[in-house]
């Protein structure tokens, strides 16, 4: 897996990930607190460990994602409070994380959701099911920690791809190279992944009914609003913006709802020790004003388990990861089984090989090694064992050997076909 990044993109659309230093004082928000009315609590932030937010706008286009593209219906009736944390006495909702000081809140969000997705549809409630952000900060084109990133991007990555567990790729809560990744997620042999998203309320103010029954149907949903001064200081309460100026744009975990106090329950990622242990309850009416709560709002469909991964094959010498001698054969071979893939138009084929001599993309039509990464486009069709190179390597050192495919030309490799292998020359 390789991860791409477009830099001249990116700084044309960075958002502020760093709250900035906390220039209100206490009394000022406590004030305002008072004087609207507001039924939030505020305390001091602790100033050794600055909120981070990090949730930048999507620029990328995903057609057929919405409510209606998808045909999801709402329920007809729905409870007047939810909560995932407690259904019939079973929670479904991981534990709080923190970001620590790193603008991964995007990449917190959408994996809150995707944890509580595999908990409802695996039966297992109660559950710490930790899966790794760092493989979105590191390996994905969805964000990173000092630019941000976007929900729908981090969706469709998880979608194509998948993510293993933490312990696969341990939070690093800074940039690091995707190549720390353990190599069996390469394959992703246990990664978890959905078979589709939706954006629920996609730059729009959301129907609360709607917004509430795609809750209560899909579970819990990564939500994005903007974060003013104030919310730095909430320690409890139902919360609504009071004072202070525009930081940023932040990415959480929508979990509950209750209709008595008109309020929803929100999931953090500033650890146990921020708000109400790690959550916020945030009225009904900060989705129509200037905290544009839950206008944007991404759903997951479907659990992938990693029992049911279908991925390319790919060999060296018959086997996974071989040793050689300089100048001893080698034969690569791969092959592909393209079930339940999109089949329209055509596909970004990517193999490559990475090495002491540096990265080159095989070129299906001349059968050599041209410089770079370079995409092969041709239609997908079955692939039985097909060999793509025989030949020597004349450089001692580890090699290692890649076969993916973009099926939609997005930059994201599908990780359901996706594969690599090791070879060591000495």
């Not at 995903?62 to 729905?78: C, E, F, K, V, W």
């Not at 630019?147 to 991007?153: H, P």
């Not at 917004?211 to 003013?228: Q, W």
Request: hydrophobic share 35%; net charge negative; proline share 5%.
């Amino acid at each position: 897996m390789r991860k791409i990044t477009f830099a001249l993109w990116m700084l044309m659309f960075v958002c502020v990930v760093p709250s900035p230093a906390f220039a209100l004082e206490l009394s000022t928000v406590q004030d305002a607190i008072n004087q609207s009315g507001a039924r939030w609590k505020a305390k001091m932030p602790d100033k050794t460990n600055p909120m981070r937010l990090g949730l930048r706008p999507g620029v990328k286009s995903y057609p057929g994602h919405s409510l209606q593209d998808m045909r999801l219906s709402t329920a007809g009736s729905i409870p007047s409070h939810f909560d995932w944390r407690d259904v019939d006495g079973k929670n479904y909702v991981t534990p709080v994380r923190d970001q620590g000081q790193c603008g991964s809140c995007w990449a917190f969000s959408v994996v809150g959701a995707l944890e509580s997705l595999a908990l409802i549809a695996l039966d297992m409630p109660g559950a710490d099911l930790d899966l790794s952000e760092q493989t979105l900060v590191s390996c994905s084109i969805a964000g990173n920690c000092i630019d941000g990133g976007e929900l729908d991007t981090t969706a469709e990555y998880i979608r194509k791809s998948g993510l293993p567990k933490e312990d696969c790729y341990p939070y690093q809560a800074y940039d690091t190279e995707c190549g720390l990744i353990c190599k069996e997620s390469l394959g992703f042999y246990s990664s978890y992944n959905v078979k589709n998203w939706v954006n629920i309320s996609k730059d729009a103010v959301p129907d609360l009914n709607v917004l509430k029954s795609m809750l209560v149907t899909l579970g819990p949903l990564s939500v994005a609003f903007e974060v003013y001064e104030d919310f730095d200081y909430y320690k409890s309460g139902i919360y609504s913006y009071t004072s202070g100026s525009n930081t940023g744009g932040h990415g959480v975990v929508l979990v509950g709802y209750d209709d008595r106090e008109g309020y929803f329950i929100v999931k953090n990622s500033w650890g146990v020790n921020w708000g109400e242990g790690g959550y916020f309850r945030i009225a009904y009416s900060q989705v129509k004003n200037v905290v544009k709560f839950a206008n944007d709002t991404i759903g997951l469909t479907g659990l992938a388990a990693p029992e049911n991964r279908i991925f390319p094959g790919i060999t060296a010498n018959g086997g996974r990861d071989i040793m050689v001698k300089i100048d001893d054969s080698i034969n690569i071979a791969v092959s592909l089984d393209p079930v339940n893939q999109p089949q329209e138009g055509t596909v970004d084929w990517w193999i490559w090989r990475t090495g002491p001599d540096g990265t080159f993309s095989y070129d299906v039509s001349t059968f050599t090694w041209e410089k770079g990464l370079n995409p092969i486009h041709l239609p997908v069709f079955r692939l039985s064992t097909y060999t793509i190179w025989n030949g020597t390597l004349s450089t001692a050192g580890k090699y290692q050997f890649h076969f993916a495919i973009d099926d939609n030309d997005d930059g994201i490799f599908d990780g359901t076909w996706q594969g690599d292998l090791d070879v060591n020359v000495f």
